[in-house]
């Protein structure tokens, strides 16, 4: 069983692989790099467990150095309080992202931010985020490893 879902995961981060590589190959002959919405290589990480997906479009959040994700959240979606160890530099490409302070989930603080919003929530302050009306594609970046701890479970 271990075996599998090891197999499932890591063919699962293929896409994904395969566009960090292409970029990073055009990136070594000082070419412009371009990554299309269809060219994009969405994935499921282990720990997204929600139906989010994720998708590596520069570097590597899991590693550190300079790095760009996208995140796609299904609407209806909702992410429990949580914090970063570090800022979370948020840019929402589609749809209405719902953002909220605290340490607790709370629906009537959610403020909407519609595409185009940008968003810089600091290190370590409590917050979650929701996708009411719709599905939601935000684009985050950073220069360290991502990382994420969740007060709510």
Same mark, same amino acid.
């Given at each position: 069983?271990?075996?599998?879902?090891?197999? %499932?995961?890591? &063919?699962?981060?293929?896409?994904?692989?395969?566009?960090?590589?292409?970029?990073?190959?055009?990136?070594?002959?000082? $070419?412009?790099?371009?990554?299309?919405?269809?060219?994009?290589?969405? *994935?499921?990480? %282990?720990?997204?467990?929600?139906?989010?997906?994720?998708?590596?479009?520069?570097?590597?959040?899991?590693?550190?150095?300079?790095?760009?994700?996208? &995140?796609?959240?299904?609407?209806?979606?909702?992410?429990?309080?949580?914090?970063?160890?570090?800022? $979370?530099?948020?840019?929402?490409?589609?749809?209405?992202?719902?953002?909220? $302070?605290? $340490?607790? *989930?709370?629906?009537?603080?959610?403020?909407?931010?519609? %595409?185009?919003?940008?968003?810089?929530?600091?290190?370590?302050?409590?917050?979650?985020?929701?996708?009411?009306?719709?599905?939601?594609?935000?684009?985050?970046?950073?220069?360290?490893? *991502?990382?994420?701890?969740?007060?709510?479970?």
């Amino acid at each position: 069983m271990k075996k599998t879902i090891l197999i %499932a995961a890591a &063919v699962a981060m293929i896409p994904a692989a395969i566009t960090l590589t292409t970029i990073r190959a055009q990136q070594s002959k000082q $070419e412009i790099v371009s990554v299309t919405p269809e060219q994009v290589r969405w *994935f499921t990480p %282990a720990y997204y467990k929600d139906g989010r997906q994720r998708a590596q479009l520069f570097g590597d959040s899991s590693r550190g150095g300079a790095w760009v994700d996208r &995140v796609k959240i299904p609407a209806g979606a909702r992410v429990l309080a949580h914090t970063h160890p570090h800022d $979370e530099l948020v840019t929402v490409i589609e749809g209405t992202w719902y953002l909220g $302070e605290g $340490e607790r *989930f709370d629906p009537a603080k959610l403020k909407g931010y519609p %595409a185009g919003s940008f968003i810089v929530v600091p290190a370590g302050v409590p917050h979650y985020v929701a996708a009411k009306d719709g599905a939601v594609i935000v684009q985050l970046s950073g220069s360290s490893k *991502f990382g994420t701890d969740y007060l709510e479970k």
